[in-house]
């Protein structure tokens, strides 16, 4: 896998910056993590302490550094906090997965369209990417809506696909994608 962080310091968009995730997020991810509202759509918890968002951060940078894993972290310009990340992980022959959070003081406010729609392009071209999917829990409409208008088309219902590791249950999830 390319080495994009060589390459692109940081995208800036109107309202964001989006460069790679450091070691100094941590505090900031781990205070976004205390809503009990982020983790409502996600197929994990999050860091329960700062020590936990910082072995996160230590493992995402690692799996950069070992090319499996390439994570964003989505920071506000006007604060410079960390309010969210994009991470694109599985690339397997021409595709990637893509999963994304943000801060739910920053929820429908187009943010997190923001930054896909201003990073998207440039991962597809770095990397020769012909397919990018997305795993979205079946009650996520916000999520459903912002990859409609990002071009994703919904493929399918998987049937108690996704682990919701906080109500124990298997969670019903559309397949999206961006084929290109």
Known sequence: MKKIFNKIQKIETKNLILREIQAKDAKDFFEYYTSENICKYLDWNGPKSLEEAEEYIYTWRKGYEENWILP??????????????????????????????ICEAYWRKGLMYEALDKLLPIVI????????????????????????????????????????????????????????
């Open 125 to 180: 071209r770095e990397f020769d990417l012909e397919r990018i999917q997305s795993i979205v829990f079946k009650d996520n409409e916000a999520s459903k809506r912002l990859l409609d208008k990002l071009k994703f088309n919904e493929e399918g219902l998987l049937k108690k696909y996704s682990y919701h590791i906080v109500s124990a249950e298997c969670i019903d999830s559309y397949i999206y994608a961006l084929v290109l």
């Open 72 to 101: 964003f972290a989505i920071v506000n310009k006007s604060n410079d906090k960390m309010i969210g990340t994009i991470i694109f992980s599985e690339f397997i022959g021409k595709r990637a997965d893509l999963g994304y959070e």
